[in-house]
T-cell receptor, first 112, second 115 residues
């Protein structure tokens, strides 16, 4: 299985600011996904980026992938109080191990 | 599309009883589902991989007899916490995947409290 590790562990910003979270992993991947979890709820899939892609956008989300550094970043632009949540990355390892494993996530707090 | 329904969302049970949690893929077939456990402010810990028509694959340290997994059909996996104890109190989440081109879809989770 493949584990993503997110940093920072906690991030506190003001509404309107951008939030950047990072994820590192260890082995070759097919793709990387970012998820969001509101307190006490299940995970919501935000975006998937394939290993041959370098950047992907979805609304206010921008994800980059650097396979040479085995890292990814999630940027949330113009953050809102409703973006307050924990964010996790997960990877699908090359070679058929499709079991997503997660790090401790980044806890984002956006102050209104 | 790709909705996973998990039920119940909350359950309180007495020590020594068993609790069953259901995970259903509503609009797709899932040959494989995953069960996670999450402690407060902690990551999701993969407990087991549920395989339709065969035995589940448990992660190291997860008691098979304690956490019974049944994947009876392509749309349903169940996790039964047997002889529950207060230390089993946790948040349990299932997930499934439609195809390689999609991320995983998670259920909304089940908050188990054993009193």
């Amino acid at each position: 299985s493949q584990q993503g590790e997110e940093d920072p562990q906690a991030l506190s910003i003001q509404e309107g600011e951008n939030a950047t979270m990072n994820c590192s992993y260890k082995t070759s991947i097919n793709n990387l996904q970012w998820y969001r979890q509101n307190s006490g709820r299940g995970l919501v899939h935000l975006i998937l980026i394939r290993s041959n892609e370098r950047e992907k956008h979805s609304g206010r989300l921008r994800v980059t992938l650097d396979t040479s550094k085995k890292s990814s970043s999630l940027l949330i632009t113009a953050s809102r109080a409703a973006d307050t949540a924990s964010y996790f990355c997960a990877t699908d390892a090359s070679g058929g191990s499709y079991i997503p494993t997660f790090g401790r996530g980044t806890s984002l707090i956006v102050h209104p | 599309g790709a909705v996973v329904s998990q039920h119940p969302s909350r359950v309180i049970c007495k020590s020594g009883t068993s609790v069953k949690i259901e995970c259903r893929s509503l609009d797709f077939q899932a040959t494989t589902m995953f069960w996670y456990r999450q402690f407060p402010k902690k990551s999701l810990m993969l407990m087991a991989t549920s395989n339709e028509g065969s035995k589940a694959t448990y992660e190291q340290g997860v008691e098979k007899d304690k956490f019974l997994i049944n994947h009876a059909s392509l749309t349903l996996s169940t996790l039964t916490v047997t002889s529950a104890h207060p230390e089993d109190s946790s948040f349990y989440i299932c997930s499934a995947r439609r195809t390689e081109n999609y991320g995983y879809t998670f259920g909304s989770g089940t908050r188990l409290t054993v009193v």
